[in-house]
Structures are given as structure tokens and as C-alpha cells.
């Protein structure tokens, strides 16, 4: 997938940029609106993630001016605004969705790949009451992981990330993503806290610790 991201605000540009390119997609970052324009008449992307708030021509101009020019681009528009009249205008001008900040990352991908399938009939991956995995299995409505029919006690943080581990069979999540997901963090704290607790789930799920495996320079992969 092709995404064409316009944000201003530098660490969130960075941070889902990065998660992203995690994700195997490929992404071109802009501050302004006015260059996001000029990257679109030269190139073809499949979604464009425009913030509202932008020096320059705002996000609504942008997609304004998008639709202006026929473009038909899936618009996913972010903002820290959460009124109700300002989601109304930036779908009155052209957006297909709408997502308010600070947001799940989670969330911003489901949404991305929604907008996707609308124009490539592209099918993800539905989400699931009970995970198995070899001799794990974790029940998400009971909150409850077993390693070869033995409950093991978690914290509250290890169930969401072995949750998203087996979720995510054979994917690389890279930290920025895990961070997201697990912490809801949108910027990198510039910790080890996911290994820290990597490491922690690992011993606990011995002798499968080795489905979680460290993929340099990239994050973790599971399966």
C-alpha cells in the first residue's frame, strides 16, 4: 500500500511513519499542504492521511482542492479537534473518514485498510474471541492465557501484548506499534520498556518462548 501522509506535528509524523513502514507499506511524509498537493498530480498513492491543522492551506483545503482536481483518493483526516461541526465539514469536502487525536494506532490502521478495501477489495484479518498457538492458548473474553492447559498468572500488560503477539501471527511489529498498542503511547519514550517486557513474557511462556523472536533492527515477530 501506497500512503501519502501530510502532519506537521514532527513526532507524530515520525511515529506513524515508522509504524507504517512496519506494517510493509510504503509512506511519503509532507509538513504542508502545499507539497502534498504537488505530490499528488505526479504520483499515484491509495490513501492519503491529511491532518486538519496545517501551516499554510488547511487540511480541508487540501481535500477541497483534491476533489477540485477529480482525485477520488481515499481521504483519512486526522485532528486534535473533536467537534462535532468540524468532523461535518472535512466529510462536507471530500473526506471518507474521520479520526480525532490522540487516537489508537491500532485504530488508524483498521481505518487505513477500510479505506483500502473500499477501492481494492482488500480483506484483513477479523479479529477473535480465543488464540491458539502450538500449546498456547489465550481466551481474550476471560483474559486468561494457558501454556499447555496451565494457567499462567500475566499482568495486565502482558496479556495485551501476548494478545497482540498471537493476533499477529508471523507479522513484525516494530516497537513504535507495540508501544501504540500496548501502552498507547503515540511517541517513542525512548525506552526499553517493550523489551523489558518482552523478556518478562518470554520466561513465562517457556518451553514456546521461542515463537517470540527479535528481528533486528525491525521489532519482534511471533509464530
Not at 4 to 29: Q, Y
Request: charged share 30%.
Amino acid at each position: 500500500m501506497n500512503i501519502l501522509l501530510i502532519e506537521d506535528e514532527a513526532k507524530v509524523a515520525d511515529f506513524i511513519r515508522r509504524g507504517l513502514k512496519s506494517e510493509g507499506w510504503s509512506v511519503e511524509h509532507t509538513f504542508d499542504g502545499e507539497t502534498g498537493l504537488e505530490l499528488l498530480k505526479g504520483r499515484d498513492f491509495d490513501v492519503v492521511v491529511l491532518d486538519l491543522m496545517l501551516p499554510g492551506i488547511s487540511g480541508l483545503d487540501v481535500c477541497q482542492k483534491m476533489r477540485a482536481r477529480k482525485n477520488h483518493t481515499p481521504v483519512l483526516m486526522l485532528t486534535a479537534l473533536d467537534a462535532t461541526d468540524e468532523r461535518i465539514a472535512g466529510l462536507k469536502t471530500g473526506a471518507d473518514d474521520y479520526l480525532p487525536k490522540p487516537f489508537d494506532f491500532e485504530e488508524l490502521l483498521a481505518r487505513i485498510e477500510a479505506l483500502y478495501r473500499r477501492v481494492e477489495k482488500y480483506s484483513g484479518h477479523d479479529a477473535e474471541k480465543e488464540l491458539s498457538h502450538s500449546g498456547l492458548h489465550f481466551d481474550r473474553t476471560a483474559m486468561m492465557l494457558t501454556v499447555d492447559g496451565n494457567e499462567i498468572e500475566l499482568s495486565s500488560k502482558e496479556r495485551e501484548l501476548i494478545s497482540l503477539f498471537l493476533s499477529n501471527e508471523r507479522r513484525v511489529l516494530s516497537r513504535e506499534r507495540i508501544l501504540n498498542a500496548v501502552w498507547n503511547m503515540q511517541e517513542d519514550p525512548m525506552t526499553n520498556v517493550v523489551d523489558v517486557y518482552v523478556g518478562r513474557l518470554r520466561k513465562k511462556l517457556v518451553p514456546y518462548d521461542h515463537l517470540i523472536a527479535t528481528v533486528r533492527g525491525a521489532g519482534y515477530r511471533f509464530g
